[in-house]
Nanobody, 126 residues
Framework: QVQLVESGGGLVQAGGSLRLSCAAS????????MGWFRQAPGKEREFVVA????????HYADSVKGRFTISRDSAKNTVYLQMNSLKPEDTAVYYC???????????????????WGQGTQVTVSS
């Protein structure tokens, strides 16, 4: 069973930064492609970014390119999402997710990710 635990959300002013963390087991990080999604009130869950097993491949949604950075720390069994230059439209619940392989990542479909964390709220004030 894959268990993912997010942390690091909070309230920040526009232009500020936050770093989200997703803690997982060593086995999970050795097996799964990891991703972040977000869901704003009244909207569908949307893809944000993913990273492959080695960390050499990443794929970002256009809306966050140049502002967000995903990374993985094998020693700490954690995946990070560094979010800079935050905008009010980044306000959402952010979810960590896991999937096998890389081929379906670019489609950005939540249904292609089989394991999810509980989510962490990010609120960006204007």
């Amino acid at each position: 069973q894959v268990q993912l635990v997010e942390s690091g959300g909070g309230l920040v002013q526009a232009g500020g930064s936050l770093r989200l963390s997703c803690a997982a087991s060593e086995r999970t990080l050795r097996t799964y492609t990891m991703g972040w999604f977000r869901q704003a009130p009244g909207k569908e869950r949307e893809f944000v970014v993913a990273i492959n097993l080695s960390g050499e491949l990443t794929h970002y949604a256009d809306s966050v390119k140049g502002r967000f950075t995903i990374s993985r720390d094998s020693a700490k069994n954690t995946v990070y999402l560094q979010m800079n230059s935050l905008k009010p439209e980044d306000t959402a619940v952010y979810y960590c997710a896991a999937t096998l392989g890389w081929s379906r990542v670019k489609a950005g479909r939540p249904t292609d990710f089989g394991s999810w964390g509980q989510g962490t709220q990010v609120t960006v004030s204007s």
